[in-house]
């Protein structure tokens, strides 16, 4: 059981390239999150979709569109990458039991823009 | 949401046990009391959560005041893998909404 797969783990890119970021998970999760994470600061929430076939705005959403093509899969697009998107990057799923939201968290995917 | 208070840092010495404080003054009867780490570099782990009750998991016990504005997670033998960032976050449930925001956190250093 793989949990939460993000790829890729590392990333450098130019000032206004594109990037995509995956993040699939395997556990039959509704809800995916997209997080980011600059050095010593604690998680933002860049997007989250609570099924498939929506998606809403979190914190910091400006620079970034997401895409929930299946219950699985959750992607995180850059359109016109900046230094200030430097971060790493962090995609979750949520579990709900007892009326708590638990989140599983994949391994990050680090994001350098020169 | 209510928001919650915690202190930047820790230490504690390895094998004993590490409590860590969090206030929450504002929270709202419907809210969860929930606890995640961060070790370095690695995504945010679940330990445990609570809505009234104390509750005990193999990782952490959670102490929740009875007027529930503040809780305790303790650690009950840290180890030095323990070293981390601690978040307490309190939510609402599923019909309430689904975002868990994190804080800046805890830096819970266990010392040989």
């Known amino acids: 059981n793989a949990g939460v797969t993000q790829t890729p783990k590392f990333q450098v890119l130019k000032t206004g390239q594109s990037m995509t970021l995956q993040c699939a998970q395997d556990?039959?999760?509704?809800?995916m999150y997209w997080y980011r994470q600059d050095p010593g600061m604690g998680l933002r929430l860049i997007y989250y979709?609570?099924?498939?076939?929506?998606?809403d705005k979190g914190e910091v959403p400006n620079g970034y569109n997401v895409s929930r093509l299946n219950k699985r899969e959750f992607s995180l697009r850059l359109e016109s990458a900046a230094p200030s998107q430097t971060s790493v990057y962090f995609c979750?799923?949520?579990?709900?039991?007892?009326?708590?939201?638990?989140?599983?968290f994949g391994a990050g995917s680090r994001l350098t823009v020169l | 949401d209510a928001k919650t208070t915690q202190p930047p840092s820790m230490d504690c010495a390895e094998g004993r046990a590490a409590n860590l404080p969090c206030n929450h003054s504002?929270?709202?009867?419907?809210?969860?009391v929930y606890w995640y780490r961060q070790i370095h570099s690695q995504g945010p782990q679940y330990i445990i959560h609570g809505l009234k009750n104390n509750e005990t998991n193999e990782m952490a016990s959670l102490i929740i005041t009875e007027d529930r504005k503040s809780s305790t997670l303790i650690l009950p033998h840290a180890t030095l893998r323990d070293t981390a960032v601690y978040y307490c976050?309190?939510?609402?449930?599923?019909?309430?909404?689904?975002?868990?925001?994190f804080g800046a956190g805890t830096i819970l250093r266990v010392k040989s």
């Open positions: 556990m039959n999760h509704n809800s």
């Open positions: 979750a799923s949520r579990l709900t039991y007892s009326g708590a939201n638990v989140l599983t």
């Open positions: 979709s609570a099924s498939e076939g929506t998606t």
């Open positions: 504002t929270i709202s009867g419907n809210e969860y």
């Open positions: 976050i309190v939510r609402a449930g599923e019909e309430y909404g689904n975002k868990l925001v």
